[in-house]
């Protein structure tokens, strides 16, 4: 009888898992990441063919390690710790490539048509309506913000405003400052048990949620669209019903024409009797005058208020009646918080801003990326390699408009064009290519094609 075959055994196969990237991450997480991960070919450093220097105007004491970002990367840096007038502004910005801002300096139109060389707005916060954002990218000049870098920082300031003015902290601590003894429990309340109600389920009011039911406080929530809510928060259909549920409300949504004012004399009549008001969102959502009504007639038993309809340009300036006509009124009442917009402001979050909002100017200035930018068509193309030394990228902004791709690329028709990206979003379009075998003598020429041709806005070289 034949022997059986010895049939050699296969080692185990090993078996490649997919990870999905985790939902948490910003999109300068993913680019930083993709950024530090180990090249095969190392990407070319761009510069634009112009040949002329860099320079940033950084205001309002943007964060010191997005300033030594820039600086490393060769720019002119002038930093300056106030924010500019809208004079101010006009009579410099004319030699600035970019600008860096916070909340208080505006981009106003006027702003915009005396900056013949700027290229691109960054605003080291969430918002952006202190740009005119239509008239900025109509010029070609996209505009990048953060909107999460300090979600967590607003987060815990509404946590800790709950607290105090559930137990009249700002009136027991001012007391004892006057040398008054006054311990008392009447109107003093735990947070346990409440109803919280957020105006704008976002990236704050989300993170707030969590944060108030670890409290064990109840959570419910408006906004304009369904959202799926975190743990045993409840959407619910109505404002009016979230203010005449709540025991404390806090805003937290845009500015947009539909938001201004949006909590007046009306919807400070259905809330509860006895609730609170707190808005760390932007100044224009509450009619202040009727708050201050509603505070005075006890319908509130208290607000915290970190954001006016105007607020002083610098740190030291007087917040009175001049700023807004009401404010020595609001500064007289009882268990009011007021704060100098500072919801942002922790360590923690202006470093992140700093890192995101840096990150996203320079790869625009130096690779002409526009992801994340908030009136631009977000386009990308992966880097030129360091190895494809005769590789130019042009970077086109124009209206958008039929025949403009076919103009432009019978200019680039000479060329090999490796890879081109164009999107556009309402009147602008943007158009990325790399180009190969492009001799330094064909450079400007080719740059001036494209600028001539008939939708041109902004065009740029960079090689």
Not at 89 to 116: C, F, M, P
Not at 266 to 293: C, H, T, W
């Amino acid at each position: 009888m034949t022997p059986p075959l010895a049939i050699p055994s296969k080692s185990p196969r090993a078996v490649a898992a997919s990870v999905s990237p985790s939902l948490s991450q910003t999109l300068h997480d993913r680019l930083r990441k993709r950024e530090s991960c180990p090249a095969i070919r190392k990407p070319k450093v761009l510069h634009p063919v112009d040949n002329e220097d860099l320079k940033l105007l950084i205001l309002e004491n943007i964060s010191q390690d997005a300033v030594r970002a820039f600086q490393a990367q060769g720019f002119h840096v002038d930093h300056y710790t106030k924010a500019f007038s809208e004079d101010e502004l006009i009579d410099k910005i004319s030699q600035y490539h970019a600008i860096g801002i916070r909340s208080k300096t505006k981009i106003t139109e006027r702003v915009i048509k005396a900056a013949h060389k700027l290229l691109v707005i960054g605003c080291f916060c969430i918002g952006t309506n202190q740009v005119d954002l239509v008239t900025a990218g109509k010029a070609g000049i996209p505009v990048f913000n953060s909107p999460f870098s300090n979600s967590r920082s607003v987060a815990e300031l509404v946590v800790s405003e709950m607290i105090a003015l559930s137990r009249q902290l700002v009136e027991r601590s001012h007391e004892m400052r006057q040398g008054i003894w006054n311990k008392q429990s009447k109107g003093c309340w735990e947070v346990r048990g409440k109803t919280l109600g957020i105006v704008g389920y976002g990236h704050i009011g989300s993170q707030l949620s969590v944060l108030a039911e670890a409290l064990g406080m109840r959570v419910i929530f408006y906004d304009v669209i369904n959202i799926m809510p975190l743990g045993s928060a409840r959407q619910v259909n109505t404002l009016p019903t979230l203010l005449a549920e709540a025991d404390f409300v806090t805003l937290h949504v845009p500015e947009l024409p539909e938001t201004i004012n949006m909590i007046g004399s009306q919807e400070l009549a259905q809330m509860k009797m006895g609730s609170y008001l707190i808005n760390n969102a932007r100044g224009r959502v509450v009619d202040i005058p009727a708050l201050i009504e509603a505070l005075r007639s006890k319908h509130l038993a208290g607000a915290a208020i970190d954001v006016y309809p105007q607020e002083p340009g610098s740190n030291g300036a007087p917040f009175d009646d001049q700023v807004n006509s009401w404010s020595s009124a609001l500064r007289s009442l009882p268990n009011v918080i007021l704060t100098p917009h500072i919801g942002g402001s922790t360590e923690e979050a202006q470093r992140m801003i700093g890192e995101e909002v840096s990150l996203a100017l320079s790869r625009y200035l130096t690779y002409g990326s526009t992801l994340g930018a908030v009136n631009f068509p977000e386009v990308d193309l992966r880097a030129i390699t360091a190895e494809q030394g005769n590789h130019v990228r042009v970077c086109h902004v124009h209206s958008n408009q039929p025949g403009v791709l076919k103009q432009v690329n019978e200019a680039l028709s000479p060329y090999n064009v490796e890879k081109q990206y164009s999107d556009s979003k309402g009147d602008v379009a943007y158009l990325l290519a790399d180009i190969a075998d492009v001799s330094p003598q064909d450079v400007n020429k080719l740059q001036e094609m494209i600028k001539h041709t008939s939708a041109n806005i902004l065009t740029r070289l960079l090689a």
